[in-house]
């Protein structure tokens, strides 16, 4: 079974840092794009980083200047550095990504469970 799980979310100071990781774990050959989105309680869930199989990144507006995403391909795991964090930045932020099974042409496509970020003023 496939699990994405995240982790490294916390409570911050406004103009803080934070580091997120999303390990995919299971009988996998590897992680190929994935990405990082938010959500706020009752709102829409939205892009916040994406990173593809090669490398290739891209991040929302919002973000650009802040956040870096990153993978490690031999840990199978993605990561987000949250830097000159701000109160809007608040927010549960999930990890999504297309996983590659043993299965020849088998992908698995999902969600992590969620990690809180919470930043202070």
């Known amino acids: 079974q496939v699990q994405l799980v995240e982790s490294g979310g916390g409570l911050e100071q406004s103009g803080g840092s934070l580091r997120l990781s999303c390990a995919a774990s299971g009988r996998i050959t590897g992680t190929n794009d994935s990405g990082w989105f938010r959500q706020a309680t009752g709102k829409e869930r939205e892009l916040g980083a994406t990173?593809?199989?090669?490398?290739?990144?891209n991040l929302a507006d919002s973000v650009k200047d802040r956040f870096t995403i990153s993978r490690d391909n031999a840990r199978n795991t993605v990561y987000l550095q949250m830097n000159s964090l701000k109160p809007e930045d608040t927010d549960v932020y999930y990890c999504?990504?297309?996983?590659?099974?043993?299965?020849?042409?088998?992908?698995?496509?999902?969600w992590g469970q969620g990690t809180q970020v919470t930043v202070s003023s």
């Open positions: 990173i593809t199989g090669r490398g290739t990144t």
């Open positions: 999504n990504a297309e996983i590659s099974m043993y299965a020849p042409g088998s992908t698995w496509h999902g």
